[in-house]
């Protein structure tokens, strides 16, 4: 799969997803952070100006494409990026991907950081 | 709200519709790149399968899942669920080409939407079949299959799902309760002696989902597991889920080892949420994936962050 034909499979797996899909919304916003030798999602759902819930998707073949993704993105001579975020917008059906090449450890969600991020993260 | 930075550069929160039109590929080239890819998942529509002939073998049936993509593969399990009895399904559980075809079947409705309401009235009735004594079963041809087993331990509930050889493959867990200070059992220590035996050197036989949660429950909670990995990266994981417990949580847990039917896993996929049982809210929900290997640094959910979940 090519890079666009990746991020229309992402954003499908996502708005899919029986955890995204089991609450309505109107946003949404998956937080990927790459560390060594591991990775995390964090996934938040948005209606209206309501504050973001935490609705991580369960299928894990997103992290397959989600690998695909960072290794089709790869600029020669840089290092992979460390962090992205994917922007879902149910009315308009976009898909949007924003990657973090430097200080990726502000996308490192936490308890304590998740609110602050997933106000960040809105699309 | 102020614009998101990643990087240094200042994203544009979306393409001008002109810019994708003209250039829809993906975008880099700035100095310190920030990709932007904008593109429409909406175009899909689910696959329809009722003017196509019903696949009811097992090369067929994978064939029509493999030849659909990840997120149709539900709708479609589903339909071709919808078109096999009983009596077909128990057919296909009777040979190791069924099987995979029935795992696969599985597989895809576990990933299903909410909206595909009958994906788990699906799954149990492949569990059925699984479970079921095929009547033209070949016990000399050694047909094998999935198990999945589901055990009560305290407050906590895990259901295993083996593949044809005993070896774990996914485990889901309901967990409310830490069993501190609990001896392993000499047999529990043979099986972590024996699951770490279909390793490579270094590994050690590891808990799917901690001792500490469900006690000795043998092969079926075991894989060989990279020795540092056990006691670092998973284990500050499972620590993180223990104080969520102690601290009044509950978490739900979905292990996935991959890829499945080889001895060695390469990669744990661990999806976990956190609820409070008071209201039920999700105060904490998180997929981690860790590679089988030493080296890896988990940055477990601080125990003080959780009064604050």
């Not at chain 2, 399990?77 to 559980?93: I, Y």
């Not at chain 2, 981690?288 to 640094?297: C, D, I, M, P, S």
Request: with cysteine; net charge negative; hydrophobic share 40%.
């Amino acid at each position: 799969m090519d890079k666009d034909a990746l991020i229309v499979e992402i954003g499908r797996l996502i708005a899919n997803d029986r955890k995204v899909a089991a609450q309505p919304w109107d946003k949404y916003a998956l937080v990927v952070w790459y560390g060594d030798g591991m990775s995390t999602l964090n996934g938040f759902r948005y209606v209206c100006e309501q504050p973001a819930q935490p609705a991580t998707p369960a299928s894990f073949e997103l992290e397959d494409r989600l690998d695909e993704l960072r290794a089709a993105t790869r600029v020669d001579g840089k290092d992979a990026w460390r962090a992205c975020v994917v922007k879902l917008d149910r009315d308009s059906g976009k898909v949007v991907v924003d990657f973090a090449y430097d200080d990726a450890n502000r996308w490192l969600v936490t308890p304590a950081s998740a609110a602050e991020i997933a106000q960040r993260a809105r699309p | 709200m102020a614009r998101p930075h990643l990087g240094s550069a200042p994203i544009p929160l979306r393409m001008a519709p002109q810019q994708t039109a003209r250039n829809p590929t993906w975008s880099s080239g700035v100095l310190n790149p920030v990709g932007i890819g904008e593109r429409n998942w909406t175009d899909w529509q689910p696959p329809s399968l009722s003017a196509a002939p019903m696949p009811q073998g097992a090369a067929q049936i994978r064939q029509v899942l493999g030849d659909a993509s990840r997120a149709e593969r539900p709708q479609v399990a589903l339909t071709v669920m919808e078109g096999l009895d009983d009596r077909q399904l128990a057919h296909l559980a009777s040979s190791e080409e069924g099987l995979a075809a029935l795992v696969a079947l599985d597989d895809a409705l576990a990933d299903a939407p909410a909206h595909l309401g009958d994906a788990q009235f699906q799954r149990d009735r492949i569990d059925d079949a699984l479970d079921a004594p095929a009547p033209d079963k070949d016990d000399s041809a050694g047909a094998v299959g999935v198990t999945r087993t589901t055990v009560q331990i305290g407050k906590n509930t895990v259901t295993w799902t083996d593949d044809s050889e005993g070896r774990p493959i996914r485990a889901e867990a309901d967990l409310s309760e830490v069993f501190d200070g609990i001896d392993r059992s000499s047999a529990e220590t043979k099986a972590q002696r024996d699951s770490a035996d279909r390793g490579i050197e270094g590994d050690q036989g590891g808990h799917v989902i901690g001792h500490r949660f469900v006690k000795d429950q043998g092969l079926k909670n075991l894989f060989p597991q990279n020795g540092n990995f056990n006691v670092s990266a998973y284990k500050t994981l499972e620590n993180e889920w223990a104080d969520w417990i102690d601290s009044g949580k509950e978490v739900h847990i979905t292990v996935d080892l991959t890829p499945k039917h080889q001895d060695r896993p390469d990669s744990v996929r661990v999806s976990y949420e956190v609820t409070d049982p008071a209201d039920g809210r999700v105060v904490y929900d998180q997929r981690v994936t860790f590679r089988n290997e030493a080296g890896q640094h988990y940055d477990r959910v601080p125990r003080a962050d959780m009064a604050n979940a």
